[in-house]
């Protein structure tokens, strides 16, 4: 996930610096009329391709590819479709015939592709929150990640039970059901349209509202490639919350994401709460802080996670219920900076644990955390 906007930054920066964003003066309406009609076509013609396909390819290949992944699947076949405005922007990540998977790995593979778009969103709005502006380029890759997932549920229709018009989900909607005995169309405790009616909470979101405002204000409109965001204050502390909703293996899961800036430190702390439709009580508790400690060259994040969740179905052994109660993760990252230019490159290295549970973005399993890369800084 990390590997698209960073990779999508890099190309957004080096086309900006190769075509720019004025090509003559905007003094007079003529010039104004001519800056904005250049700037929506670039945008139209080159950039909403790129930002558009980043999305689905890490929808279809971070999403549900790595689901398969994980699970050791072989023969997975991955196919695109032309972004718009050159085609319908689809994708499909397939593999040849059925597994001996459990309930909770079918559901992790289906709900996946989504999984990944409210990471994308995540790690977008720790970053403007860090370098307190947002680039049109991230506004336009964050709003057609929300967009695609919104609409994606928004426009599924309700035929459970027609495997031949299967999507995501459908699909994870229906298997839900049958893992709670619940395979009569009739007397299904969830409904798509439950799912719709419980993801609308998915508006309630400060950063889709910047993602549009520079979009069309701040660069369509001034012709500035990135423009500031306005928090909350407390005391010396800069917030903003955002509430949305994410598929879990145990239903819908709700978040509330709180947003704090205290000097160059950026904090998440993601309050969640399990809808009760298949199990009662059940939810977690993330702390994702960057740069709480600065040495340069260095700089460390750390990431802390706790959860209640039920007992989880893993593929060896099907039937076999693991885990379940209480459960965690940590891990702490550290960047060494290579560079000391205005976007410098850094080395990365994540070392931790997660014990056996759903948490976005990991196995499924127990598993050490080890993450080495690059990652391009934005200050």
Not at 212 to 240: A, C, E, H, P, R
């Amino acid at each position: 996930m990390e590997n698209i906007t960073t990779i999508h930054r890099g190309i957004a920066l080096s086309e900006d610096a190769l075509l720019g964003i004025h090509w003559f003066s905007e003094s007079n309406m003529a010039g104004k009329i001519g800056g904005i009609s250049g700037r929506t076509a670039k945008y139209l013609l080159l950039d909403l391709p790129l930002d558009y396909f980043s999305i689905v390819l890490g929808h279809e290949y971070y999403g549900h590819g790595a689901r398969y992944r994980e699970l050791n699947i072989d023969g997975i076949h991955y196919g695109f479709s032309m972004p718009p405005p050159y085609g319908l922007g689809g994708g499909e990540a397939s593999i040849d015939g059925a597994l001996p998977i459990s309930l909770h790995e079918d559901l992790v593979i289906w709900a996946g592709g989504l999984e990944v778009q409210s990471l994308i969103g995540r790690n977008l709005s720790m970053r403007w929150m860090l370098t307190d502006e947002i680039n049109y380029r991230e506004a336009s890759l964050y709003f057609w990640s929300w967009q695609i997932m919104f609409t994606y549920i928004q426009d599924t229709e309700e035929d459970l039970f027609d495997g031949t018009r299967d999507n995501d989900l459908r699909a994870y909607t229906r298997i839900i059901n049958a893992g709670a005995v619940y395979t009569d169309p009739d007397t299904i405790i969830m409904t798509v349209k439950d799912l719709k009616s419980k993801t609308k909470i998915n508006v309630a979101n400060p950063f889709l509202y910047y993602s549009l405002f520079s979009i069309l204000k701040v660069y369509m409109w001034d012709g500035n490639s990135s423009g500031g965001i306005s928090t909350l204050k407390l005391g010396g502390i800069d917030y903003l919350p955002s509430l949305r909703a994410g598929l879990t293996p145990f239903g819908i899961e709700y978040h509330l994401e709180n947003y704090l800036r205290h000097r160059n430190t950026v904090s998440l702390i993601d309050f969640r709460i399990g809808d009760q439709t298949f199990h009662d009580s059940w939810g977690g508790l993330g702390v994702f802080i960057q740069n709480i400690y600065e040495p340069k060259p260095f700089s460390f994040d750390m990431h802390v996670d706790i959860w209640n969740q039920p007992e989880i179905q893993l593929r060896s052994n099907p039937t076999a219920h693991r885990g379940g109660g209480m459960g965690g993760a940590f891990s702490v990252r550290g960047h060494y900076n290579l560079s000391d230019s205005k976007h410098p490159l850094s080395a990365a290295l994540e070392i931790g644990y997660k014990s056996i549970g759903f948490l976005e973005g990991y196995n499924l399993d127990a598993s050490p955390i080890l993450l080495i890369g690059l990652a391009l800084a934005l200050r």
